[in-house]
């Protein structure tokens, strides 16, 4: 990163002539390490180049017009400066390496890797019980709980509290995550019939495999889906697939095309809508006929029947407007008593 022009010129003659000399081109080195003022712009490119490739974003220049980093992260990089979280450089370029490259789909599998990578970029120093923004001041992955701050000033502070425990099978998941191998399913009925109404609390349940009976969206294994009461495996991009089925294909970017009967990529802006009228790329909407880009900046919005806004834009006095984004300094304001509701969360 800070090598000498000369230098670089240098190990740039060796590289060609060792390669002249009968060995594999390396190819380009990978990228380097990311400075904290630079994290932002760096993850919104790759950001971007993962959303048009997954269909979500129709093209890198629309996507950096109305996406981009959101508050939390724009937060944690403002909260490097007044030393309230570390940041890792190499930790930095590793994430948004993992934001680039992850597979266009809603796995554990693809979550996990991306949370992974995430968790060595920054590192809280509030300790539990101390005044904090965002989740990621908070130590040993802690989260910052706003609740009293519903309705308040936007700098209002919230508490450090402890990691939540992972839920084990069998344990009561109503406050808290089922382990991976695990979903949360609702108390059951206790008559069979539906007529005392479900009782009892929410608890992990193990998750059901490929041919197994099923009963909940969420209840079959990873890159699995419950339908017609059995746990079935989506297919990848290319592969068969069953286009009866709601959902047959594990990138979302993919729908079963009927007529080749395999996973191919959803219709983009100005060709005919998929099955019933309903399958479009993920930036787009169907109007009754073919596809339509989702509305952009200026558009109308909020009326009965006009899709939601593309990217980040929000729906504001009958249009798609940019939104606004404040980092807070300082200690902030203390949440009022009696003003607080349910969530908050920044």
Known sequence: MHRSFLALALIGTFAVG??????????????????????AAEF????????????????????????????????LIADVTAEKVTYDEQGGRDWVEAIRKAPCQSTIAVGKSIETAYKTVFTGTVEVGGACFVDGECVDFGLCDRTLCEGGPACCVGVCTPPPAQVPEGGDCSMGTCVDAAFCAGPEDPDGEGGAGPTGPSTCQPRADNGQDCDDTFGCQDGQRCGNGKCYKLSSSGQPCNPNLQVSCIDFSNWCEPTEGKCATLPAAGQPCGTNGAQCALYAFCDGTNCQPKPGVGAGCGEEGQPGCIGDLRCQDGSCQKRSLQVCVGDGEQPQPGTGGAGGGG
């Open 18 to 39: 060792f390669v002249a000399c009968g060995e594999d081109d390396p190819g380009p080195a990978p990228p380097g390490p990311i400075k904290v003022e630079n994290l």
């Open 44 to 75: 919104e490119k790759a950001d971007c180049e993962a959303k048009v490739r997954c269909t979500v974003m129709p093209d890198a220049a629309t996507c950096v017009d109305v996406d981009g980093a959101d508050y939390a992260l724009l937060q």
